[in-house]
């Protein structure tokens, strides 16, 4: 089976990540199928990305890689930005279910196999994994 | 955005036109919402056209409940499975009502 690739730079905003999501799915489908984990790694790479953009500072692009195959799902973001805090995620959800926020990186927690971030070259680097056989 | 409304049994029922409920869109979905549902206590929202939320919408959903006040109900019909799923990973499907859209309902 062929190796699926998306390469994208976003602007740093709600609106392109929105359009990276989209983008990701649509590659993801085109090399999957419809599989439940086509909609797990779209939702962890937007909620890693929506992170970088709500929390980062100084950042002027995203740069998203990743590659769809046999192995799985590999993403790799990377952003100009300070360096980021998010190196751990979450072991429960808020206590209260009205938070208005707190769920995004318990989301990412769930959703997908890896998640690393270094520091490389002045910038941050996500590195998220899902490993699952494609449906096709 | 534009949502459209419209009352059954009692309740609003709200349908907002878009696809994906993240963070581009939720604070405006908020605000929408919140203000068709100005004055009511029990509110549905038609989420069948809406094929991803990610945790910023969760966040307006929960928004719109705590601007409908203390004790009241939102409803959530005709959400995918995908939503559904996010919103068990989430344990909002104990703060939400799930329900199929009004014309499917018997």
Redesign the interface.
Same mark, same amino acid.
Request: glycine share 8%.
């Given at each position: 089976m062929p190796q699926h690739r998306l390469r994208l730079v976003l602007a740093p905003?709600?609106?392109d990540?929105?359009r990276a #999501? !989209?983008a990701l799915?649509a590659m993801l489908d085109a090399c999957c199928g419809t599989g439940?984990h086509c909609?797990d790694i779209?939702?962890g790479v !937007?909620?890693a990305l929506?992170n970088v953009?709500?929390h980062g500072s100084r950042r002027t692009f995203i740069a998203l890689r990743c590659t769809c195959g046999p192995a799985g799902v590999r993403v790799l973001a990377a952003d100009d930005g300070n360096p980021a805090d998010m190196t751990k995620l979450p072991a429960a959800?808020p206590a209260d279910?009205? !938070?208005?926020?707190g769920? #995004?990186l318990?989301?990412i927690a769930?959703t997908v196999d890896a998640f690393r971030y270094r520091r490389f070259r002045s910038l941050n680097v996500h590195c998220l994994e899902r490993r699952a056989a494609c449906a096709r | 955005m534009e949502v459209t409304a419209f009352r059954q049994d009692g309740m609003l029922t709200i349908k907002p036109s878009i696809g994906r409920l993240d963070a581009s869109v939720a604070q405006d979905f908020e605000e929408s919402c919140a203000r068709r549902a100005q004055g009511e206590s029990r509110l549905a929202i038609d989420m069948s056209s809406i094929v991803f939320v990610d945790s910023a919408g969760l966040g307006a959903l929960v928004s719109v409940l705590r601007s409908l006040g203390e004790g009241a109900r939102l409803r959530l019909v005709g959400a995918t499975r995908n939503v559904r799923t996010l919103l068990q990973l989430t344990r909002l499907d104990k703060v939400f009502e799930l329900g199929e859209p009004p014309q499917a309902a018997s």
């Amino acid at each position: 089976m062929p190796q699926h690739r998306l390469r994208l730079v976003l602007a740093p905003t709600s609106e392109d990540v929105s359009r990276a #999501g !989209a983008a990701l799915r649509a590659m993801l489908d085109a090399c999957c199928g419809t599989g439940s984990h086509c909609h797990d790694i779209e939702l962890g790479v !937007a909620e890693a990305l929506a992170n970088v953009v709500r929390h980062g500072s100084r950042r002027t692009f995203i740069a998203l890689r990743c590659t769809c195959g046999p192995a799985g799902v590999r993403v790799l973001a990377a952003d100009d930005g300070n360096p980021a805090d998010m190196t751990k995620l979450p072991a429960a959800l808020p206590a209260d279910p009205l !938070a208005g926020s707190g769920r #995004g990186l318990w989301i990412i927690a769930r959703t997908v196999d890896a998640f690393r971030y270094r520091r490389f070259r002045s910038l941050n680097v996500h590195c998220l994994e899902r490993r699952a056989a494609c449906a096709r | 955005m534009e949502v459209t409304a419209f009352r059954q049994d009692g309740m609003l029922t709200i349908k907002p036109s878009i696809g994906r409920l993240d963070a581009s869109v939720a604070q405006d979905f908020e605000e929408s919402c919140a203000r068709r549902a100005q004055g009511e206590s029990r509110l549905a929202i038609d989420m069948s056209s809406i094929v991803f939320v990610d945790s910023a919408g969760l966040g307006a959903l929960v928004s719109v409940l705590r601007s409908l006040g203390e004790g009241a109900r939102l409803r959530l019909v005709g959400a995918t499975r995908n939503v559904r799923t996010l919103l068990q990973l989430t344990r909002l499907d104990k703060v939400f009502e799930l329900g199929e859209p009004p014309q499917a309902a018997s």
